[in-house]
């Protein structure tokens, strides 16, 4: 035998004052009020996705809003680091310059098509975010944001340094 008694339900015995797993209840009286209610295995509840927080505004947006003083240096800031940046390309990599202006700026595009409006259909260009745009253009640049554009932006060599320095403040510390 084992050491059990294999004729038993529940390791009771069977024929011993019909026991049937609950002390102390007799046989068809019904389990004290909440036992058992909980089901063995957590039921999988249907969970509704939670609302998708709103899309921040692309960089077109953040743009107009930020000439219109609608939006603050900082908020402008965070947009441009983290939005896809379309930028002429020439014979060399790197970043054109124009130098027609006080001090060399950089031709900077929130889309393809601003792009386009500036350069032509055929033009060639690469795509960064404005963080490696922040990171790559040399001392000493500025930058247009769509030249072309009826919300055009024109940052010193000045302002991007507190960019920059604003940028790194958020990164570090």
Not at 37 to 48: D, K, L, R, T, V
Not at 57 to 73: C, E, H, I, N, Q
Not at 92 to 106: D, H, S
Request: with cysteine; glycine share 12%; charged share 20%.
């Amino acid at each position: 035998m084992y050491g059990y008694d294999q004729t038993s339900y529940g390791g009771q015995q069977a024929g011993h004052g019909g026991h049937h797993g609950y002390p102390g209840q007799s046989y068809g009286t019904p389990p004290p009020a909440g036992y058992g209610q909980q089901p063995m295995y957590p039921e999988q509840q249907a969970q509704q996705p939670a609302a998708a927080p709103p899309a921040p505004p692309s960089l077109a947006d953040a743009v107009r809003a930020y000439v219109s003083g609608a939006m603050s240096t900082e908020e402008f800031q965070d947009i441009f680091c983290a939005a896809k940046i379309y930028c002429p390309r020439g014979e060399n990599p790197g970043f054109l310059a124009l130098n027609t202006t006080q001090e060399p700026v950089i031709p900077l595009f929130t889309s393809l098509k601003e792009l386009r409006r500036y350069a032509g259909k055929e033009s060639r260009y690469f795509t960064v975010t404005g963080g490696e745009v922040l990171d790559l253009l040399p001392t000493g640049y500025g930058f247009a944001l769509d030249m072309e554009g009826e919300h055009r932006i024109v940052l010193d060599a000045k302002a991007v340094e507190e960019m920059v320095e604003y940028t790194m403040r958020r990164m570090y510390g």
